[in-house]
């Protein structure tokens, strides 16, 4: 017999659930230099001296990187359009959008899009009874106090890359701007308690303190969102943002323009005062720029959940120990020897064969998965094999 | 401290390319039977003279060197381990009374096809019969068995067998109608496996297009 029962019993384990930590970068490396991160700001625009980031060939043609910009690891994976993680500006005041230069975006399009991106973060991760406002913890480690500023930078890792979560713990990033450079890292492993976001503070993972640092209300890090969060006027404030245009990053990008929350005058909008915040639509790609900016490495882990299915393929002595191998036997063309002799008088006194490949197959015998050993296993009158097959979804 | 357990050997499957259909449409595989195979092994390499004695004997095949899985279930588990009583000095071979099947498009008579095995087996599960080609003609099973008369896939090695263009039967017995239609000569394979023991044995099959004189 080629088939043998599994006992669903005994051979068959559901229900169990793996899970594979490996580095966010290209080759699961959880180290990539964050000076060779090329984003597709320009590339999306017309040029790097004039860009238009709102709209391509008419005002109706709104591109996305009024929205975000894409940040690709290497300039590989941006020939690829293989982005890694994006970068977004939001605003809790903004009612429209578009630099100050723009008009046709305040006048005509009235996209709104920090406001938009404010709205999108806002709604995905900030539960209903929540003010409304992202709320970071500023001063003493031990009774911080919560402040909520009304712009924020993104970073929003890419799912397909970052499977189920981003690792807490596991995450660092140096941003540098015109008054030097930070670098952040999350707050958990300080804490004595898994939380579903946490507050970035200043230092690196490989610090070797057990103290908490004082937390600055610099971010949030959403891991299982893959979601991170930045303070923008404190980002300002600590690393200076307003004196970044035309700065060259090493990786040859100029910065095209300041961090930026001026108003525009003539925008009224129902039950609020005109005037109010216009925030530039190049505000994500300043702050993609100070990412670029900062010679240092960014370090990124991602775990993987994946449900897996045992099987317990028991090869008892008397099972599986002749072959239809055509090297096992003769074929019956010399005229001497039958087809179907076993070639080896060796395998006659003591049938041997060598496992190499496990088939799972259905009540109607389909072969539906496959198992290969990494090397041939002997299988004899003599002993058994248990192979465990784990099948991942 | 003690060593690691290594008398199990733990191993990752792939889907097959049917296993992931089933998935998608039924939403589980329910897997009831295992088979093992050894694809990769050559047995002449079996050396019972060799002069370092009988622990190298098969020296050459332990360090064969194993493929990664593909999900082709076509191309994998060709060579199937069988299970027999100790002491058997031949595996089950399976004969059919021909050697080759050569019939015009317009025979209308009967081509039998009753697979034996020798030494005795494959009684309960039978056989499958793989037509290479379709389009030459039609399989039809005489006798079927307890399993089933029908299979959606081709679940064992069957050559470089196009899926899409082959018929695929299982039972006891067959019959094969010549395709009366048929625009050209053709030729294509069939294959008999044994599904019990796991043999197989392939013929010609040959339609003639009688040629129409002017």
């Given at each position: 017999?080629?088939?043998?029962q599994?006992?669903?019993?005994?051979?068959?384990?559901a229900g169990?659930?793996?899970?594979?930590?490996?580095?966010?970068?290209?080759?699961?490396?959880?180290?990539?230099?964050?000076?060779?991160?090329?984003?597709?700001?320009?590339?999306?625009?017309?040029?790097s001296?004039?860009?238009?980031?709102?709209?391509?060939?008419?005002i109706?043609?709104?591109?996305?990187?009024?929205?975000?910009?894409?940040?690709?690891?290497?300039?590989?994976?941006?020939?690829?359009?293989?982005?890694?993680?994006s970068?977004?500006?939001?605003?809790?005041d903004?009612?429209?959008?578009?630099?100050?230069?723009f008009?046709?975006?305040?006048?005509?399009?009235?996209?709104?899009?920090p406001?938009?991106?404010?709205?999108?973060?806002?709604?995905?991760l900030?539960?209903?009874?929540?003010?409304?406002?992202f709320?970071?913890?500023?001063?003493?480690?031990?009774?911080?106090?919560?402040?909520?500023?009304r712009?924020?930078?993104v970073?929003?890792?890419?799912?397909?890359?970052?499977?189920?979560?981003?690792?807490?713990?596991?995450?660092?990033?140096?941003?540098?701007?015109?008054?030097?450079?930070?670098?952040?890292?999350?707050?958990?492993?300080?804490?004595?308690?898994?939380?579903?976001v946490?507050?970035?503070?200043?230092?690196?993972?490989?610090?070797?303190?057990?103290?908490?640092?004082?937390?600055?209300?610099?971010?949030?890090?959403?891991?299982?969102?893959?979601?991170?969060?930045?303070?923008a006027?404190?980002?300002?404030?600590?690393?200076g943002?307003?004196?970044?245009?035309?700065?060259?990053?090493?990786?040859?990008?100029?910065?095209?323009?300041?961090?930026y929350?001026?108003?525009?005058v003539?925008i009224?909008?129902?039950?609020?005062?005109?005037?109010?915040?216009?925030?530039?639509?190049?505000?994500h790609?300043v702050?993609?720029?100070?990412?670029?900016?900062?010679?240092?490495?960014?370090?990124?882990?991602?775990?993987?959940?994946?449900?897996?299915l045992?099987?317990?393929?028991?090869?008892?002595?008397?099972?599986?120990?002749?072959?239809?191998?055509?090297?096992?036997?003769?074929?019956?063309?010399?005229?001497?020897?039958?087809?179907?002799?076993?070639?080896n008088?060796d395998?006659?006194?003591?049938?041997?064969?060598?496992?190499t490949?496990?088939?799972?197959?259905?009540?109607?015998?389909?072969?539906?998965?496959?198992?290969?050993?990494s090397?041939?296993?002997?299988?004899?009158?003599?002993?058994?094999?248990?192979i465990?097959v784990?099948?991942?979804? | 401290?003690?060593?690691?357990d290594?008398?199990?050997?733990?191993?990752?499957?792939?889907?097959t390319?049917?296993?992931?259909?089933?998935?998608?449409?039924?939403?589980?595989?329910?897997?009831?039977?295992?088979?093992?195979?050894?694809?990769?092994?050559d047995?002449?390499?079996?050396?019972?003279?060799?002069p370092?004695?009988?622990?190298?004997?098969?020296?050459?095949?332990?360090?064969t060197?194993?493929?990664?899985?593909?999900?082709?279930?076509?191309?994998?588990?060709?060579?199937?381990?069988?299970?027999?009583?100790?002491?058997?000095?031949?595996?089950?071979?399976i004969?059919?009374?021909?050697d080759?099947?050569?019939?015009?498009?317009?025979?209308?008579?009967?081509?039998?096809?009753?697979?034996?095995?020798?030494?005795?087996?494959?009684?309960?599960?039978?056989?499958?019969?793989i037509?290479?080609?379709k389009?030459?003609?039609?399989?039809?099973?005489?006798?079927?068995?307890?399993?089933?008369?029908?299979?959606?896939?081709?679940?064992?090695?069957?050559?470089?067998?196009?899926?899409?263009?082959?018929?695929?039967?299982?039972?006891?017995?067959?019959?094969?109608?010549?395709?009366?239609?048929?625009?050209q000569?053709?030729?294509?394979?069939?294959?008999?496996?044994?599904?019990e023991?796991?043999?197989?044995?392939?013929?010609?099959?040959?339609?003639?297009?009688?040629?129409?004189?002017?």
């Open positions: 017999m080629i088939f043998n599994l006992n669903p019993n005994t051979d068959i384990v169990r659930t793996n899970r594979i930590d490996s580095g966010f970068w290209p080759n699961g490396e959880t180290f990539s230099s964050q000076s060779a991160f090329v984003d597709n700001f320009y590339a999306l625009t017309q040029s001296v004039t860009p238009s980031p709102s709209y391509g060939s008419s109706y043609d709104i591109r996305r990187t009024m929205y975000y910009v894409d940040v690709f690891p290497d300039a590989t994976s941006a020939a690829n359009n293989d982005p890694y993680f970068v977004s500006y939001g605003n809790y903004c009612e429209a959008s578009g630099s100050g230069t008009n046709l975006d305040t006048a005509s399009i009235l996209a709104f899009a406001k938009s991106v404010y709205t999108q973060y806002q709604n995905l900030l539960g209903e009874g929540q003010s409304g406002l709320q970071f913890a500023s001063g003493s480690a031990l009774n911080p106090t919560m402040i909520t500023p712009d924020i930078f970073i929003n890792f890419s799912s397909y890359k970052m499977k189920d979560k981003i690792d807490e713990g596991v995450f660092e990033i140096t941003l540098s701007g015109s008054l030097g450079s930070i670098t952040l890292r999350d707050d958990s492993p300080f804490l004595s308690q898994a939380s579903s946490y507050n970035l503070v200043q230092g690196s993972i490989n610090d070797a303190t057990t103290t908490l640092p004082a937390y600055q209300g610099i971010g949030l890090l959403y891991p299982d969102d893959g979601v991170a969060i930045f303070n006027n404190v980002v300002n404030q600590l690393i943002l307003s004196s970044v245009s035309g700065s060259t990053a090493p990786n040859g990008f100029v910065c095209p323009a300041n961090y929350t001026g108003s525009i003539g009224a909008i129902p039950g609020q005062a005109s005037g109010s915040l216009i925030p530039t639509t190049w505000n790609a702050f993609a720029w100070v990412i670029e900016n900062a010679e240092a490495t960014m370090k990124v882990r991602k775990s993987e959940y994946v449900p897996s045992n099987y317990f393929i028991r090869a008892m002595n008397r099972d599986f120990n002749y072959s239809n191998n055509p090297t096992y036997v003769y074929n019956g063309s010399d005229g001497v020897h039958p087809a179907g002799l076993i070639y008088q395998f006659i006194s003591n049938p041997t064969t060598y496992v490949t496990v088939g799972l197959y259905n009540d109607t015998n389909e072969l539906v998965a496959v198992a290969k050993l090397r041939p296993a002997l299988k004899t009158f003599d002993n058994e094999l248990l465990k784990r099948l991942d979804f | 401290m003690s060593y690691c290594n008398s199990t050997i733990t191993v990752d499957a792939i889907l390319t049917k296993g992931r259909q089933l998935l998608a449409q039924n939403g589980n595989l329910n897997i009831t039977s295992f088979a093992l195979a050894d694809d990769e092994i047995y002449t390499l079996y050396q019972p003279n060799h370092n004695g009988s622990a190298f004997y098969d020296i050459a095949i332990r360090n060197p194993v493929f990664e899985p593909v999900s082709d279930e076509t191309q994998v588990m060709k060579y199937k381990l069988v299970s027999l009583n100790q002491g058997v000095t031949s595996i089950p071979v004969n059919i009374a021909q080759k099947i050569s019939v015009p498009s317009t025979y209308t008579g009967t081509i039998s096809i009753s697979p034996s095995t020798n030494p005795a087996y494959n009684l309960t599960l039978g056989y499958t019969a037509l290479g080609n389009n030459v003609g039609v399989l039809i099973v005489d006798q079927a068995n307890s399993v089933n008369s029908v299979s959606s896939t081709i679940p064992t090695f069957a050559g470089d067998v196009n899926t899409t263009s082959a018929q695929v039967v299982v039972g006891q017995t067959f019959r094969f109608i010549p395709n009366s239609s048929l625009g000569t053709t030729s294509t394979t069939l294959t008999i496996i044994g599904n023991s796991g043999g197989s044995l392939s013929i010609e099959v040959t339609v003639t297009v009688p040629t129409t004189s002017a």
